[in-house]
């Protein structure tokens, strides 16, 4: 009898620590799933402007007239 109720006692306390813990771990994945979005969207972004920047610079060389 007694080992189940110390048991029981041991059982509950660690489940709501263990519970609050991946509580905790879920949203902090949430949180870098969101930062890891962000960032790829930023990247997209600085790519499309340098890809942008590159094609302005193919096309102001091309417009130079030649040196005779």
Known sequence: ????ALLGHIGTAPDRRLADEVHRLRAR???MEFEV???RADNDRLH???SA???QIRLSI???PALT
């Open 29 to 31: 994945v949430r949180a």
């Open 62 to 64: 091309l417009e130079e």
């Open 37 to 39: 979005a962000r960032l």
């Open 53 to 55: 920047a590159d094609d």
């Open 1 to 4: 009898m007694m080992a189940k």
């Open 48 to 50: 499309a402007a340098v």
